[in-house]
């Protein structure tokens, strides 16, 4: 896995994190609420780009 993939997914969680505790709370955003979701969608869709590139032959 490359270190690009990584902190994408390092970074997926963190999203994951901060999307739970603001759907915990009692008085949720529900703007913030979606822009943590498309926010995470659109790491999803970058890692699933990285990882079905074909590698270069070494």
């Known amino acids: 896995m490359s270190d690009r ?3 994408l997914m ?3 969680q963190k999203l994951d994190d901060a ?3 603001a759907q ?3 008085a949720a955003d529900p703007f913030e609420i979606v822009r ?3 926010l995470k969608l659109a ?5 699933t780009r990285l990882l079905r590139r ?3 032959a070494a």
């Open 5 to 7: 993939v990584f902190r």
């Open 10 to 12: 390092e970074r997926h």
């Open 19 to 21: 999307l739970r505790l």
């Open 24 to 26: 915990w709370r009692r």
């Open 36 to 38: 943590l979701k498309k």
């Open 43 to 47: 790491i999803k869709d970058r890692i």
């Open 54 to 56: 074909p590698r270069a």
